[in-house]
DNA sequence: CGTTCATATGAATATCTATTCATATGTTAG
DNA sequence: CTAACATATGAATAGATATTCATATGAACG
């Protein structure tokens, strides 16, 4: 029982990710949890947007919408590209679709 | 080109899903984007845990455990039983289990 | 029943973060 | 070069949240 209940820990121990690799995807996930980031990335599956079509579509300030992009830019979830004075964002991975759409399994789950 | 972007811009509206699953969505994501409560959800896929084998394994208080698992709990990712004194805690929900390898699989494309 | 052990929980605090406001950068048109 | 426009950004603020501390609950055991 004693041996059992040790061999659990180090096991655990043995398969736990490394501290730096933990943080990197738990500000991973942080970028998820936020409703407007969730929305500029829903609005960007669709194809590029520039930032004041965004701000528009989500009825925010072009500033608020900026500060945001520019999270997504740092996390390579999103990159961009200047035509003229207008710069269009688009997504950069595929996993996007693949991270909300196991979140949408859990919540349908959950019922 | 007036046209085609607000042809966008519709379909991106009619694709948005209600405030309220974007909500409970970033809820969820909150979850995860936590590395605590990333550690203790590591440390229940290899099998049930109790509470202070939890705190011991991740070197944290009682309290601050009991508190997130609690978080989890209410989330529906954890559930637990009782066994006289102690109370086991353990995953309720594969999708934790994709969820974070989703998460991973950005970060390695990252490089 | 009273003590001990495992866990839960409320309040307080310190830290983090999303938005706002003001302003800067950079591009195009005239 | 200057005005107008699109976007970026720094500082400030308001709201959220993880941990701590103190204490409560609840079970087992003598």
């Known amino acids: 029982m004693e041996h059992n209940h040790n061999d659990i820990l180090n096991r655990v121990r043995h398969e736990m990710p490394t501290d730096e690799l ?8 942080k970028i998820f ?15 590029e947007l520039c930032v004041c079509a965004v ?18 830019k740092d996390a390579k979830l999103v990159g961009n ?3 003229g004075k207008t710069i269009y964002y688009f997504l950069l991975d595929e ?3 693949d991270i909300v759409a196991e979140g949408f399994e859990h919540l349908l789950e959950e019922r």
Do not use: N, P, W
């Open 55 to 72: 701000a528009e579509l989500l009825g925010m300030t072009q500033s608020a919408i900026s500060h945001q992009l520019k999270i997504l």
């Open 95 to 97: 996993h996007v679709r």
């Open 33 to 47: 949890g936020d409703t407007t980031r969730l929305k500029i990335m829903y609005s960007l599956l669709e194809g």
């Open 81 to 83: 590209r200047r035509d």
């Open 22 to 29: 933990l943080c990197d995807l738990s500000d991973l996930f």
